[in-house]
């Protein structure tokens, strides 16, 4: 059974950092990332990782500030988030997709989500 599990979300000034940690339940998933989505509105790739060669992409608006890593040995991706502004608020959900990153710019069909965890920041 497909498993996703967030961590790390909270509330944070303007500013400030967070680290999300998904942790996932089988290793061959083509790429691994984070998406996040506002109510009533489409989700949003953020970031990233193709399992095959560690190739990493990003959103143009998370460039400089969001950082996605992986560890292959614990089944785990990170994503550092620095520089956090309130428009970064919202729900970010761990993906995962058995083809492709495609899903980071293109509202297509992702395969896996978890369930999501609130990241708030104030200004």
């Known amino acids: 059974q497909v498993q996703l599990v967030e961590s790390g979300g909270g509330s944070v000034q303007a500013g400030g950092s967070l680290r999300l940690s998904c942790a996932h339940s089988?290793?061959?998933?083509?790429?691994l990332g984070w998406f996040r989505q506002r109510p009533l509105e489409d989700r949003e790739g953020v970031a990233a990782i193709s399992t095959g060669d560690g190739s990493t992409f990003y959103a143009d608006f998370v460039k400089g500030r969001f950082t996605i890593s992986r560890d292959s040995a614990k089944n785990t991706v990170y994503l550092q988030m620095d520089n956090l502004s309130p428009e970064d608020s919202a729900i970010y959900y761990c993906?995962?997709?058995?083809?492709?990153?495609?899903?980071?710019?293109?509202?297509?069909?992702?395969?896996?989500w978890g369930q999501g965890t609130q990241v708030t920041v104030s200004s």
């Open positions: 089988w290793a061959g998933y083509a790429c």
């Open positions: 993906a995962a997709d058995m083809t492709s990153c495609a899903w980071l710019n293109q509202l297509v069909q992702l395969d896996y």
